[in-house]
Nanobody, 117 residues
Framework: VQLQASGGGLVQAGGSLRLSCVSSRNIFSFKSMGWYRQAPGKQRDMVAS???????NYADFVKGRFAISRDNVKNTVYLQMNVLEPEDTAVYSC????????????WGQGTQVTVSS
C-alpha cells in the first residue's frame, strides 16, 4: 500500500491549504485514516482522523479550523486547513489503519506546511 500526500506549501498566517492523501488501495479496507504532524524538535501529534464510517476526531489545537474528509471513489482523504497559524508549521503525514489487526499501519511521506507570520 502506498499513501501519497500532497498539498503542502508556504502560506501566510490566516490563509488556507488543502492536503490530499491518495491511497493505492481501496480506503474502505482501512478502519481509519488520519493526518499527523511533526515540527522540528517536537513529537509527532495526531491532527485529525476519520473512520471508514465517516466519524471524525480532531486534536484540540485544530478544532474549528481544520476539517478532514474522504472521497471513497478517489481513495483520497483530505485535510482542509483554515485560519492557519505559524504554530501549524510542520511536516504533515497521512496514515491508514487496516481493519485486520495483523496488518501494520501504513504511513505516507510527509508534506511540508509552512505558515509565515
Amino acid at each position: 500500500v502506498q499513501l501519497q500526500a500532497s498539498g503542502g506549501g508556504l502560506v501566510q498566517a490566516g490563509g488556507s491549504l488543502r492536503l490530499s492523501c491518495v491511497s493505492s488501495r481501496n480506503i474502505f479496507s482501512f478502519k481509519s485514516m488520519g493526518w499527523y504532524r511533526q515540527a522540528p524538535g517536537k513529537q509527532r501529534d495526531m491532527v485529525a482522523s476519520i473512520s471508514s464510517g465517516g466519524l471524525t476526531n480532531y486534536a484540540d489545537f485544530v478544532k474549528g479550523r481544520f476539517a478532514i474528509s474522504r472521497d471513497n471513489v478517489k481513495n483520497t482523504v483530505y485535510l482542509q486547513m483554515n485560519v492557519l497559524e505559524p504554530e501549524d508549521t510542520a511536516v504533515y503525514s497521512c496514515n491508514a489503519v487496516p481493519t485486520h489487526w495483523l496488518e501494520n499501519t501504513y504511513w505516507g511521506q510527509g508534506t511540508q506546511v509552512t505558515v509565515s507570520s
